[in-house]
């Protein structure tokens, strides 16, 4: 019995580690020709977002749809997006590599 919670415990503390990683957002595709499926901006003029915060993305996101960040492409972007998919494209970013310099 103490050798089994003694596994579960490991296994509790392991399991963020072994994660998978988030799957794929349906909205994905909205994003990608200017911040790159995995988060490195193909576009000139739009950020990076691989490995920046789940909660800063997820807020970010928010400013844009409910207009209290306005930028008009962006404000564009979010309008549409639920709740789901914010937090599923903010986890999405946040989980990808961050670039090593300007791509
Ligand atoms: C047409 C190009 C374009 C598309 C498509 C686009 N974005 Fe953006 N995005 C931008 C630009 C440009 C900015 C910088 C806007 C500003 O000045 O606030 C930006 C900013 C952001 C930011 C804020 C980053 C920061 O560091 O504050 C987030 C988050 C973001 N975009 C997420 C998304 C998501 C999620 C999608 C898909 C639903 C998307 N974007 C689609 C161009 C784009």
């Not at 020709?33 to 739009?46: K, L, M, R, S, W």
């Not at 977002?49 to 492409?73: N, S, T």
């Not at 914010?86 to 970013?93: K, N, P, R, S, T």
């Amino acid at each position: 019995m103490r050798k089994l919670t003694t596994a579960a415990f490991a296994l509790a503390l392991t399991a963020p580690v072994l994660a998978a990683p988030p799957a794929k957002p349906a909205r994905l595709g909205m994003c990608a020709a200017c911040h790159g499926e995995n988060g490195v901006a193909p576009a000139a003029d739009a950020p990076n977002l691989a490995g920046q915060k789940a909660i800063y993305l997820r807020e970010a996101l928010h400013q844009y749809r409910d207009g209290r960040r306005d930028a008009p492409v962006m404000r564009a972007m979010a309008g549409p997006l639920s709740e789901a998919d914010i937090d599923q494209l903010a986890q999405w970013y946040a989980a990808q590599t961050p670039s090593k310099g300007a791509p």
